[in-house]
T-cell receptor, first 110, second 109 residues
C-alpha cells in the first residue's frame, strides 16, 4: 500500500494563479480531509469528505474548493492564489479511530 | 468543538519515561481522546487513542482520568526519534479533528 500520496511536493505560485493539489489514497477509506499548517501552528481543517460525492467545510474553507468523484481521490483547488495561502498542505484519510496523513505539499504564493 | 490544553514544550532525558499531559475539561461522553505526533517536515502520525479505559500499544500508553477531564500520554523510554510535536485531540470517531498547537518534546541525549 502506498497509503496517502500528495502531489506536488513543492510549488511556487504567483498571486492570482490557480492550481490543484492532488491527493490519493489506496486504503479504501471513506473519510478524507485537507488541512493547512502555517509555521509554528497546529493543523487547521480546510475541507473534508465522508464519501464520494459528499464534501463539507472545515474551519478555514475560504479561497479553496474540493471535489470527491471517487473514493480514492480528493483534490483541493485554489482559484485565485493569495500570499495568505502560503502554507504546508496535508491530506489525510481515515479508518475508524485513525487518520493517515500524506507527506504534504509546501506552497508559496508570491 | 471540545478544546484541549497542553504545555507548549517539555524536555526529557533519553531512555527515561515521559509523561505528556492534556486537559480537556469540556469533553463530552462520546468524544474519543486521540494523540498524534508530528516529526519535523512530516505529516502527523497516529500514536494512540482511547475513550474511557487506559490503553497500551507498542508506541505508548494512554492514561485517562476517571472523570475524563484530563489524560496523559506516556512514552516509556524516550529516544531521540521521539522528539516531535505531540497533539492531543478530541473527536468522535469518523469526525474531523481540530488540532491545537501541541507540546514540543525535546529529548536530551
Amino acid at each position: 500500500n502506498a497509503g496517502v500520496t500528495q502531489t506536488p511536493k513543492f510549488r511556487i505560485l504567483k498571486i492570482g494563479q490557480s492550481m490543484t493539489l492532488q491527493c490519493a489514497q489506496d486504503m479504501n477509506h471513506n473519510y478524507m480531509y485537507w488541512y493547512r499548517q502555517d509555521p509554528g501552528m497546529g493543523l487547521k481543517l480546510i475541507y473534508y469528505s465522508v464519501g464520494a460525492g459528499i464534501t463539507d467545510k472545515g474551519e478555514v474553507p475560504n479561497g479553496y474548493n474540493v471535489s470527491r468523484s471517487t473514493t480514492e481521490d480528493f483534490p483541493l483547488r485554489l482559484e485565485l492564489a493569495a500570499p495568505s495561502q502560503t502554507s504546508v498542505y496535508f491530506c489525510a484519510s481515515s479508518s475508524p479511530g485513525e487518520q493517515f496523513f500524506g507527506p504534504g505539499t509546501r506552497l508559496t504564493v508570491l | 468543538d471540545a478544546k484541549t490544553t497542553q504545555p507548549n514544550s517539555m524536555e526529557s532525558n533519553e531512555e527515561e519515561p515521559v509523561h505528556l499531559p492534556c486537559n480537556h475539561s469540556t469533553i463530552s461522553g462520546t468524544d474519543y481522546i486521540h494523540w498524534y505526533r508530528q516529526l519535523p517536515s512530516q505529516g502527523p502520525e497516529y500514536v494512540i487513542h482511547g475513550l474511557t479505559s487506559n490503553v497500551n500499544n507498542r508506541m505508548a500508553s494512554l492514561a485517562i482520568a476517571e472523570d475524563r477531564k484530563s489524560s496523559t500520554l506516556i512514552l516509556h523510554r524516550a529516544t531521540l526519534r521521539d522528539a516531535a510535536v505531540y497533539y492531543c485531540i478530541l473527536s468522535r470517531i469518523g469526525n474531523q479533528f481540530y488540532f491545537g498547537t501541541g507540546t514540543s518534546l525535546t529529548v536530551i541525549p
